[in-house]
Nanobody
Framework: QVQLVESGGGLVQAGGSLGLSCAAS????????MGWFRQAPGKEREFVAA????????LYADSVKGRFTISRDNAKNIVYLQMNSLRPEDTAVYYC???????????????????WGQGTQVTVSS
């Protein structure tokens, strides 16, 4: 069992930056790939970024590549999402999720993630 709690969301102007954190409980955090997803009003939840269980193999959605960076600290049981050059279209609720995967490339597919946080709102004003 893994419990996830996101923090760091808020309101920022376009072009600004925000850093999200996701704290995980449980002794098996380092056995899970971690991902960030987002859901805007009226839209389906979509993949943003993912990182493998060791902190390698990062994957990004094309829409955030070059602007967002995912990282993790297995000693602290935390995964991060640094978001730079934010755009109004990045406005969404951001969720972190854990997938039982020890492959080099983490999954990008939503239904491969077993545990989810409650989400944190990110709003980017124009």
């Amino acid at each position: 069992q893994v419990q996830l709690v996101e923090s760091g969301g808020g309101l920022v102007q376009a072009g600004g930056s925000l850093g999200l954190s996701c704290a995980a409980s449980g002794r098996t955090f380092s056995s899970y790939a971690m991902g960030w997803f987002r859901q805007a009003p009226g839209k389906e939840r979509e993949f943003v970024a993912a990182i493998n269980y060791r902190g390698g193999g990062p994957l990004y959605a094309d829409s955030v590549k070059g602007r967002f960076t995912i990282s993790r600290d297995n000693a602290k049981n935390i995964v991060y999402l640094q978001m730079n050059s934010l755009r109004p279209e990045d406005t969404a609720v951001y969720y972190c999720a854990a997938a039982p995967s020890t492959g080099w490339f983490p999954p990008r597919v939503l239904n491969e993630y077993r545990y989810w946080g409650q989400g944190t709102q990110v709003t980017v004003s124009s």
